[in-house]
């Protein structure tokens, strides 16, 4: 199973990080490799299901993306955390920190497994994970130029 931490500080409080970052209808503008979804049940809070496509290694894969967890943390932050299902199988963990008055950190974790299917395709497991250590840098990225261009 791959596994995956990155973080990233973002000029905005968590309320404004959180509030774009758990809108499932806009994932796919700000996620590196996820397709537009194909079905949103619910509104980013606990019980959201998301049908999309997911590519991988080239290799594009059904994937639905639940809303599992949640909760305020005792800073002042948020914790969410989704489960992924199909071919594509994982959970990941957003964690959405305080840092000074105006700027927000942002952890998110993800472990997954690799389908054979895009194994098959690059023989090495260890190239598919910097490629999606990479992507999920580029996500976090995209959604700091998101919410730091957007209204405050």
Same mark, same amino acid.
């Given at each position: 199973?791959? *596994?995956?931490?990155?973080?990233?500080?973002?000029?905005?409080? =968590?309320?404004?990080?959180?509030?774009?970052?758990?809108?499932?209808? *806009?994932?796919?503008?700000?996620?590196?490799?996820?397709?537009?979804?194909e079905k949103i049940e619910g509104?980013?809070?606990?019980? &959201?299901?998301?049908? *999309?496509? /997911?590519?991988?290694?080239? =290799?594009?894969? *059904?994937?639905? &993306?639940?809303? &599992?967890?949640?909760?305020?943390?005792?800073?002042?932050?948020?914790?969410?955390?989704?489960?992924?299902?199909?071919?594509?199988?994982?959970?990941?963990?957003?964690? /959405?920190?305080p840092d000074g008055d105006n700027? &927000?950190?942002?952890?998110? $974790?993800?472990? /997954?497994?690799?389908?054979?299917?895009?194994?098959?395709?690059?023989?090495?497991e260890l190239i598919i994970e910097?490629?999606?250590?990479?992507?999920? $840098?580029?996500?976090?990225?995209?959604?700091?130029?998101?919410? $730091?261009?957007?209204?405050?």
């Open positions: 199973m791959g *596994h995956i931490k990155v973080s990233t500080a973002i000029n905005a409080p =968590v309320d404004r990080v959180v509030e774009v970052a758990s809108d499932p209808r *806009h994932w796919a503008s700000w996620w590196v490799n996820l397709g537009e979804p509104d980013g809070g606990v019980g &959201t299901v998301v049908e *999309h496509k /997911y590519l991988m290694a080239g =290799v594009p894969f *059904h994937v639905t &993306t639940r809303v &599992t967890g949640r909760e305020q943390t005792p800073n002042g932050g948020q914790r969410l955390r989704l489960e992924l299902d199909g071919p594509l199988k994982g959970w990941q963990t957003w964690d /959405y920190s700027t &927000t950190v942002v952890t998110a $974790e993800f472990d /997954y497994n690799v389908p054979g299917s895009a194994v098959g395709k690059f023989a090495d910097r490629m999606q250590e990479r992507a999920r $840098e580029q996500t976090l990225e995209n959604l700091k130029l998101l919410v $730091e261009a957007g209204p405050r």
